[in-house]
């Protein structure tokens, strides 16, 4: 029982285990005496949230405190201090003292390579957080190999949201330093996102419980979709055909490798999606109402419309603190340009210390101030002239593909394999291979990526029937459809845990 109060690396609570399902149950069964009093039950979910980073994080948990004390003073310092230019410098320097605790464990080595590089020095990376954990707890983790804390990038940019709010005027401090540690730690979405503005999620917090039977059955049904997604699909396709190609492209044909890259398209997104979908079911059932994050983004039909359907919260926060902080739109078209390649470059740079991200933020920055450029130039005296539905089609197609190209990149353990992947897509493509490749024994992966992409081509309302249906079925019902898919999920899961691809991010 007490092996379960410990931190291990080998069995991380995660929401496709079932120690996190006896977890919430426990939490669920508490939260019956403890949620019409409020401030108890924030603290209650205070408490279980920080717990759960710390069964999936270890030592990094202090980490997380830290940046809870720090984040919560600096926006109670900017909220009394009354002159305007104290509150910036206030403001900048709690900006470079999270991006800079972000930079040292995301971007050390990065940053050191490229020193090394031009200056033929020999900087070294160095782990002081496991140092500090050998000398004081008798650990033996390896200082020359900086660890990346779990979810470090969500966490830091909802905290650091906090100040910025509160300076823009568009959010007060919240009661205390425990409703804010909350905030910032609150499991569903802790570790993988939505990222949630404090202006959204803190009047939540001093809100009675509210749920109501419809939208109890549809957080039951963003759950199991996101289990479906997340174990069905995504997880499937990677360990038996996904992994493998992008692991060795040129042991499999061109045809293979394009496959593989249209397997990663679906795969991510039902890996993320399926977090979020989970992430926002389980807020729910608590009464907490988070904002949707992904929204059937491929079925866009062009690269702007892509970025308001993927990963919302993201692209949202990157617009409105970092695009809009470097002047928007307001300076003429070059500087519009030129913001929009910035922002998708940082925001490819904010995915990890890799040429690789660069690449694939600034193609997609490209490509949206290419866009932007487009609509200018087809826009006749203040009127956009709407495309055709097969001009839809066909620019629903290309995006679509772009996409795919870009997640190349993104997969890619290195750029040599992005090389070897294009090159075999290009020049060794063996047409008269298709069909046997089709009928091998990876058609059953075949089958399951196609089911995928069906189920996310859906038209919406068909979607939302389905969902509207679960949520008026009686309660038996329910429950026999909830054990037949963790029938299935169980009988389809992998032996090891697959985490969740953003949990790297």
């Not at 729910?284 to 419309?305: C, E, M, V, W």
């Not at 919260?313 to 003429?332: E, P, Q």
């Not at 490509?367 to 055709?388: C, D, I, N, R, Y």
């Amino acid at each position: 029982m007490f092996d379960f109060l410990l931190y291990n690396e080998k069995e991380p609570m995660i929401f496709t285990v079932p120690m996190f399902w006896y977890f919430f149950a426990f939490i669920m069964v508490v939260y019956q005496f403890v949620y019409r009093n409020i401030n108890f039950r924030n603290l209650f979910l205070m408490v279980v949230s920080m717990f759960f980073y710390y069964k999936g994080g270890g030592l990094f948990f202090f980490l997380l405190v830290i940046s809870t004390i720090m984040d919560y003073h600096f926006g109670k310092i900017v909220y009394e201090t009354q002159s305007i230019a104290k509150k910036k410098q206030i403001i900048v320097f709690s900006v470079v003292v999270n991006l800079s605790i972000l930079a040292y464990f995301k971007y050390t080595f990065f940053f050191a390579d490229v020193i090394n590089y031009l200056f033929n020095s020999d900087l070294k990376g160095y782990d002081f957080l496991a140092a500090a954990s050998n000398a004081v707890f008798g650990t033996k983790f390896d200082i020359s190999n900086i660890i990346l804390p779990v979810g470090i990038s969500f966490y830091t940019f909802q905290s650091m949201s906090y100040a910025i709010d509160i300076y823009r005027g568009e959010l007060k401090p919240v009661k205390n330093i425990w409703d804010y540690a909350f905030f910032v730690s609150f499991f569903p979405q802790l570790v993988a996102g939505p990222i949630v503005r404090a202006s959204d999620f803190a009047p939540q917090m001093y809100e009675p419980y509210k749920v109501s039977e419809i939208e109890y059955g549809r957080a039951l049904f963003l759950i199991i979709n996101g289990l479906i997604k997340k174990i069905l699909i995504s997880d499937y396709i990677s360990i038996n055909f996904v992994d493998r190609v992008f692991d060795s492209p040129l042991t499999y044909s061109g045809f293979q490798n394009l496959l593989a890259v249209y397997g990663y398209a679906i795969q991510i997104y039902c890996d993320f999606s399926g977090y979020t979908d989970i992430a926002i079911g389980l807020s729910l059932l608590l009464g907490f109402r988070l904002n949707l994050n992904f929204n059937s983004p491929y079925k866009a039909h062009n690269i702007t419309d892509f970025w308001r359907r993927w990963h919302i919260s993201l692209s949202t926060w990157l617009r409105d603190y970092l695009y809009i902080s470097m002047g928007g739109n307001r300076h003429g078209r070059l500087r519009t340009y030129f913001n929009l390649f910035m922002t998708m470059l940082l925001g490819g740079l904010w995915h990890g210390a890799s040429v690789r991200f660069i690449i694939w933020g600034a193609l997609h920055g490209s490509a949206l101030a290419v866009h932007k450029m487009f609509l200018e130039l087809t826009t006749k005296e203040g009127v956009k002239q709407s495309p055709t539905q097969a001009e839809k089609m066909f620019y629903g197609f290309l995006t679509f593909h772009f996409v795919c190209f870009c997640w190349i990149f993104f997969r890619a353990e290195s750029m040599s394999h992005v090389s070897n992947m294009l090159a075999q897509i290009l020049f060794n493509f063996n047409f008269a291979l298709i069909g046997e490749v089709l009928t091998s024994a990876d058609s059953k992966i075949f089958l399951v990526m196609l089911l995928g992409y069906i189920l996310h081509w859906l038209p919406t309302d068909w979607k939302l029937n389905i969902r509207e249906t679960f949520t008026l079925l009686p309660d038996i019902t329910k429950a026999i459809i909830i054990v037949g898919v963790m029938l299935l999920l169980f009988q389809v899961r992998t032996a090891e845990v697959q985490p969740f691809i953003y949990f790297q991010f």
